[in-house]
């Protein structure tokens, strides 16, 4: 379900010719996430199979599983593979990132806000840089598992957006100011568990996490907004419109 929030995947079927395309969407990516879950499992399970048994040392950190199993187990040319595609992944993926980023705050906002940027381009490259650094300081400083760090980013796209998009483009009944109200829930939901968590004042329980609590207060917020403005419905967007009726 928080696949559909996520926003350097979404935002990528703008470029689709055909609205009717959409309809390969969930298959494509549940057989993409099935694909890499396993892959994920797989190696956990391998890496922990190969240290009991003595054939590779133990491990300084969980995230040098993938590579130690890489350079130590597999065919070299296997390894070579797998190291360029996740290089290419990571490229790939930090640079929708960033670019949405910098577009939100030097685009977005601004216009959500009644004003625009004087010189976008200019100030889209200086914002870049500026979030490419915060990026690395918090990735360096938090002392997190990489994995972890994804599940925080990944779940924090999943508590805001999943709402306003998995259920928005397809209920009718939804208003703006239930969008509004279930994104900035999320936002703040996650920002607050997160950080109380990191900074232990309370553990959650086996198998909670903080955005899973975000995105259930988020629909409920969604909901009940709805319900509460459904005087200010306004009309629905022809493209909107058609998107709903796929």
């Not at 057989?31 to 054939?55: D, N």
């Not at 900074?199 to 969604?222: D, E, I, N, Q, R």
């Not at 022809?238 to 998107?243: A, E, R, S, T, W």
Request: proline residues 5%.
């Amino acid at each position: 379900m928080g696949s559909l929030g996520q926003p350097q995947a979404v935002h990528k079927y703008y470029m689709l010719r055909d609205p009717l395309q959409l309809k390969w969407y969930p298959l494509l990516k549940t057989v993409g996430l099935v694909l890499v879950l396993l892959l994920y499992f797989g190696v956990g399970i391998g890496v922990k199979a190969f240290i009991a048994g003595g054939k590779l040392p133990p491990l300084g950190s969980p995230d040098q599983a993938t590579p130690t199993l890489l350079l130590n187990v597999t065919p070299i040319v296997l390894a070579a593979l797998v190291f360029s595609g996740i290089a290419a992944a990571t490229m790939s993926a930090a640079n929708s990132f960033i670019n949405i980023g910098a577009a939100i705050v030097t685009h977005d906002l601004p216009i959500a806000f009644g004003r625009r940027v004087a010189n976008e381009l200019w100030w889209g490259r200086a914002i870049t840089v500026l979030i490419a650094i915060a990026a690395a300081i918090t990735a360096q400083r938090s002392g997190a598992m990489v994995a972890f760090l994804g599940i925080f980013g990944w779940g924090l796209f999943a508590s805001t957006l999943v709402p306003a998009l998995a259920v928005g483009l397809n209920w009718q009944g939804a208003t703006t100011s239930a969008a509004i109200s279930s994104i900035a829930t999320g936002l703040i939901v996650t920002l607050a568990l997160e950080t109380a968590s990191y900074l232990k004042m309370f553990t959650f329980p086996a198998g909670v996490t903080a955005s899973a609590v975000a995105m259930v207060a988020s629909f409920l917020v969604f909901f009940v907004v709805s319900w509460a403005s459904r005087s200010d419905r306004q009309p629905i967007a022809d493209d909107v419109k058609l998107v709903m009726e796929l």
